[in-house]
T-cell receptor, first 108, second 115 residues
Framework: EDQVTQSPEALRLQEGESSSLNCSYT??????LFWYRQDPGKGPEFLFT???AGEEKEKERLKATLTKKESFLHITAPKPEDSATYLC?????????FGSGTKLNVKP | DTEVTQTPKHLVMGMTNKKSLKCEQH?????MYWYKQKAKKPPELMFV???????INESVPSRFSPECPNSSLLNLHLHALQPEDSALYLC??????????????FGPGTRLTVL
């Protein structure tokens, strides 16, 4: 069964405290893994696309990595404005399979 | 520019009303999507249009009727909705939706409340 699982469900960090979010998947025929950031009541904002194991991408304080079974979103020295829900999605043909998201709260 | 626009931002309707949600993109994308998102849940796919043809309908009730007048526009016509249909409705677009590795870009959503 095609499935995407994100952990933890919620994460509370102090400003400057680095951590990682996990996205594991059991989707066959993977055609890309995507990370989005979503603020309350708004549409998901695209962050990264990863296509093959070993690939890494960075943007400001965020770094995404991909293995054959999971992806990590590393957040280095987060700031309060990084607080949001981070969604992982896996593409199979023309459908996206979303995880349930990790709600990140960064306290000043 | 990776902008997808949606109107209206908010919509309140009664169960007997007929209304429409609109979505527009000018990125030259040939695939467009409608998603429904309930609070604290991930987006759920409703419909996919590829090259202006409906390619996926995820068993959505007929009270939701999609329309793709051209490659830049996507509408969702609403009729006789139920209170449980209240949600954030998201539109997205991607390069062609026929496969490959193209990215979906989302609009800001329409917050729908059914009374």
């Amino acid at each position: 069964e095609d499935q995407v699982t994100q952990s933890p469900e919620a994460l509370r960090l102090q400003e400057g405290e680095s951590s990682s979010l996990n996205c594991s998947y059991t989707v066959s025929g993977l055609r890309g893994l995507f990370w989005y950031r979503q603020d309350p009541g708004k549409g998901p904002e695209f962050l990264f696309t990863l296509y093959s194991a070993g690939e890494e991408k960075e943007k400001e304080r965020l770094k995404a990595t991909l293995t054959k079974k999971e992806s990590f979103l590393h957040i280095t020295a987060p700031k309060p404005e990084d607080s949001a829900t981070y969604l992982c999605a896996v593409r199979k043909v023309n459908k996206f399979y979303f995880g349930s998201g990790t709600k990140l709260n960064v306290k000043p | 520019d990776t902008e997808v626009t949606q109107t209206p931002k908010h919509l309140v309707m009664g169960m007997t009303n007929k209304k429409s949600l609109k979505c527009e993109q000018h990125m030259g994308h040939r695939a467009m999507y409608w998603y429904k998102q309930k609070a604290k849940k991930p987006p759920e796919l409703m419909f996919v249009y590829s090259y202006e043809k409906l390619s996926i309908n995820e068993s959505v009730p007929s009270r939701f009727s999609p329309e793709c007048p051209n490659s830049s526009l996507l509408n969702l016509h609403l009729h006789a909705l139920q209170p449980e249909d209240s949600a954030l409705y998201l539109c997205a677009s991607s390069q062609d939706g026929t496969g490959g590795t193209d990215t979906q870009y989302f609009g800001p959503g329409t917050r729908l409340t059914v009374l």
